[in-house]
């Protein structure tokens, strides 16, 4: 089956930086889009970004500055989400989704999520 694996989440200083994976296996990755989605204590999950099933197309939410980079490894069937100058809002839990999709410019629905990363940012 399909399993999504978050990791790099931490407890960060304000400014700092973080690079999150999500490795995943049980399918074939390079067929898959893929995202980052974001859920902020009493909040809605809401969308960061996504990249297409070759790495190319990568886009973001309007609300994300250019801070965050996603990229992705298809021979290492990881996704990976750059957060730099890290900021008290951006604490949440992070999740990946993916979706089997050739659209380019894929934003969802996602079928497979993964259980998330804690990302926790102190000012």
């Known amino acids: 089956q399909v399993q999504l694996v978050e990791s790099g989440g931490e407890l960060v200083q304000a400014g700092g930086s973080l690079r999150l994976s999500c490795a995943a296996s049980?399918?074939?990755?390079?067929?898959?889009?893929m995202a980052w989605f974001r859920q902020a204590p009493g909040k809605d999950r809401e969308f960061v970004a996504a990249?297409?099933?070759?790495?190319?197309?990568?886009h973001y939410a309007d609300s994300i500055q250019d801070r965050f980079t996603i990229s992705r490894d298809n021979a290492k069937n990881t996704v990976y989400l750059q957060i730099n100058s890290l900021k008290p809002g951006d604490t949440a839990v992070y999740y990946c989704?993916?979706?089997?999709?050739?659209?380019?410019?894929?934003?969802?629905?996602?079928?497979?999520w993964g259980q998330g990363t804690q990302v926790t940012v102190s000012s």
């Open positions: 990249i297409n099933w070759s790495g190319g197309r990568p």
């Open positions: 049980g399918l074939t990755f390079s067929l898959y889009a």
């Open positions: 989704a993916a979706e089997q999709t050739t659209i380019s410019h894929y934003t969802g629905p996602f079928s497979f």
